[in-house]
């Protein structure tokens, strides 16, 4: 008679995660996707071209002239401007974060309680953000000679290349001066 053991027959079936949480699992991997790939692009990518930068031989105008990577670095200490650039950059970082939270706290202090300045100081506050937006609004109407759609909240993908919107040049003259070329 053969002697079976039980354990290691039960043991892939206690690993094996039932169906609904495998599938909760990548929905919830699904909703993370977007904040990956924004993270990825918008930080990861740039800080790795920062560090490749670091280790070339970078022109402003010229660009990737190659590799120098143990100059770039050893050279930094001597150079005289450096240890000045990072007191300059350590001060003003602790002296204007210091000073933009303690205005935002007191900002917040002085309209959050009703009295006589609180809806001054409120539209103060709110008035330039309305008028930007109104005046942006008022601009598309304006120098467009068609209109953007909107269908449920949000701006329709234009069918049209680029902007999907024809610029009206007389109105486009009136805003400008002058100062401007129109190509058709």
């Known amino acids: 008679m053969a002697v079976r ?17 495998r599938t909760r699992r990548r929905i919830g991997m699904l909703y993370a996707l977007p904040t990956a790939l924004y993270v990825a692009v918008f930080f990861v990518v740039p800080l790795l071209l920062v560090v490749r930068m670091s280790a070339g031989n970078w022109t402003l105008l010229g660009g990737d002239r190659g590799l120098n990577f143990p100059k770039n670095f050893t050279a930094i200490g001597s150079n005289t401007l450096f240890w000045p650039a990072v007191a300059f950059t350590i001060e003003y ?8 939270i303690g205005l935002g706290l007191g900002l917040a202090l002085l309209v959050q309680e009703s009295g006589r300045w ?19 609004s008022l601009l598309e109407s304006d120098l467009t000679t068609t209109p953007i759609r909107i269908e449920r909240g949000s701006m329709r993908v234009p069918d049209a290349a680029g902007l999907g919107v024809s610029l009206d040049p007389e109105a486009l003259e009136r805003y400008t001066n002058g100062w401007h070329e129109v190509t058709r």
């Open 5 to 21: 053991d039980l354990r290691s027959e039960a043991a892939p079936a206690a690993t094996r995660m039932p169906g609904w949480r």
């Open 93 to 100: 970082t602790v002296i204007v974060t210091i000073l933009l």
């Open 118 to 136: 609180s809806g001054f100081l409120r539209t103060s506050f709110l008035l330039p953000a309305a008028i930007g937006l109104a005046t942006a």
